[in-house]
């Protein structure tokens, strides 16, 4: 797995370790949660009264955060009535999702859908071997849409409720996206890449508020792992982000140089299909990522690329980007391999004059101490606060005190006193991370890069404020 994130930078070296990368992300999503929850009040979300506005990152994080043990709450997603349920009883657990049915308006949604479809369709198969229309490859192109629709098509269409409104696992949603796996298999690798990358764009249409469930197993997946999902996990709604970012822009992992699917994401395929296990087992890079008690690998504990897709995904998960612990979880592990691979593939679209690399590890990360930027922007506070009065009061013992302890504190959250770690995470990687967030319903490969200064927020500021008073005071690192 990916453990380090490397900037080249004014003829240094940074190295972000993967702690590094997971906390800077938890902090900016704790941000995000109060700062859109603070603007968008909570829905009432009853059955007869579904949640239809989400249709904006802002609106999915305040329905994430309105989530409680109170009821269960209802959404309109994909056409489709999506319970999180609250109830307690056979098949039926806490915070898990349950598709109820298709709502009543969906056969009209879906006679206007077909035009969008094949736009995007279209689209997605240009963009991927930068092509520009001409009768030369109208056949590819109906030959593409073909199979492609063929790969994510199921036997039971979008009429039915997927999983009898009861809650599903990641293995029951991995079975339901496999009806098509005759068909799929008969694709070639590009056709197949193609059908999956139409998945993908089909998940980020309903994340945008709209109606395209070519499979019928989506409106309750989109559901899973963007609601409930990101309700134990703050982190989980932006690196299964990402992920719909990987198997559009077709990035590739480990040694053999895999591809992303959909139902990789969901679960590994070693433990779901026979007939691929042992070839799985002996190719999968990650072989040595995640141990049993034997010390073996093990593909159930792994579970899928998903951070929440295995077992027992949510002990020790904890939100605070200053609890990580050492070694890093699973889930963690996970996330943080994931974050870094982005930011590798992002970080020099978004900054051409980048240079980024990263660090493999094949076993289990542990790591030093590592960068909490909300610390860090706390003491800055803290230290302007006893500068301001001792401006006022420069005898004051008490203030210098408190001054000279903020200044302390935040070298401490600063590793090794690498100042340009904190530079390069306020202009580059949480402005980036930011954006992925702000605009989520858009493929990362769409994206133009932005000058540095208009993605950055006021927090980002108050950290380079911090940067330059310890340069300026001569406490560069």
Known sequence: MLSTLIIYYQDRIVKFSAHDILAISLDLMQELHEEWSQNIPAEVATRDSPVARLHEPKYWI??????????????????????CNQEKGPGLYPDYISDCGPLPE??????????????????????????????????????????????????????????????????????????ANTVYASLTEDFQIMADQIIAASMRELLSGGVLPLNPVLPS???TMFLAE???????FMTNLMLLDFIEMDIRYGKTHKKYTLRKILWHPSTMDPEVKKYEREL????????????????????????????GSTNGLKQNPGALTIPLIIQRQKEASILIRWLWKILPKQFPNLDVDVETLYGVLQDKPYINTRSIRENYKKLKKAQEKLNSYPSSQSEKKALNKAKQ?????????????LYLTCIHIRPTLRRRMQDSMVPAYWRL??????????????????????????DTG
Do not use: W
Not at 230 to 236: P, S, W
């Open 449 to 474: 890069p932005t000058a540095e200064v208009n993605n950055m927020t006021d927090k980002d500021r108050e950290l380079l404020h911090c940067y330059e008073y310890l340069v300026d005071n001569k």
């Open 62 to 83: 305040t329905a994430v955060r309105a989530i409680t043990p109170a009821y269960s709450r209802y959404y309109k997603i994909g056409g489709h009535l999506i319970k």
């Open 284 to 311: 999968d890079a990650y072989q040595g990522e995640f141990q049993d008690k034997e010390g073996g690998a093990n593909p159930d504990l792994r579970g899928g690329k998903s951070s929440m897709a295995s077992y």
């Open 230 to 236: 990101a309700k134990r996990n703050h982190l989980a």
């Open 106 to 179: 969906h056969d009209v949604q879906m006679q206007k859908l077909f035009p969008h479809l094949l736009m995007l369709i279209i689209k997605i198969f240009f963009i991927r071997y930068s092509l520009t229309p001409n009768d030369s490859i109208v056949k590819n192109i109906i030959y593409a849409i073909n199979l492609s629709l063929a790969a994510i098509s199921t036997v039971a269409g979008t009429h039915e409720a997927f999983g009898e409104d009861k809650a599903l696992s990641y293995r029951e949603f991995y079975a339901g996206l496999a009806v």
């Open 221 to 223: 997946l989109v559901a």
């Open 409 to 421: 504190d935040i070298k401490a959250a600063i590793p090794d006193k690498n100042y340009l770690k």
